[in-house]
């Protein structure tokens, strides 16, 4: 009986590996690459994901802004200029 269980169960797991891209062993190495990975990052470097992002994100912020916001700066003024310079009507009083 315990021997017809286990092929049962080696059965069920060959057939759960068949629809898989990876054996269970590379997917083990896999995870252990990445966790050790992980804990060298962590120990080694106190950066958080925030200040990652923030490092990597800067440089095309910068690009973007140089890049755009001359032009928006000189649009947006230049709408300004034109609503402060428009003659403004004055109302005449009429006498009745």
Do not use: C, Y
């Amino acid at each position: 009986m315990v021997q017809v269980l286990s092929v049962q169960a080696q059965e069920m797991v060959e057939g759960e590996q068949r629809g898989r891209l990876i054996s269970s062993e590379v997917n083990n190495a896999v995870h252990a690459a990445f966790n050790a990975l992980a804990q060298t990052v962590l120990v080694n470097n106190s950066r958080t994901l925030e200040d990652l992002l923030r490092e990597m994100l800067q440089p095309a912020l910068k690009a973007w802004l140089d890049d755009n916001l001359p032009g928006m700066v000189e649009r947006l003024v230049r709408v300004e200029i034109e609503q402060i310079s428009k003659p403004r009507r004055v109302a005449i009083p009429t006498s009745a």
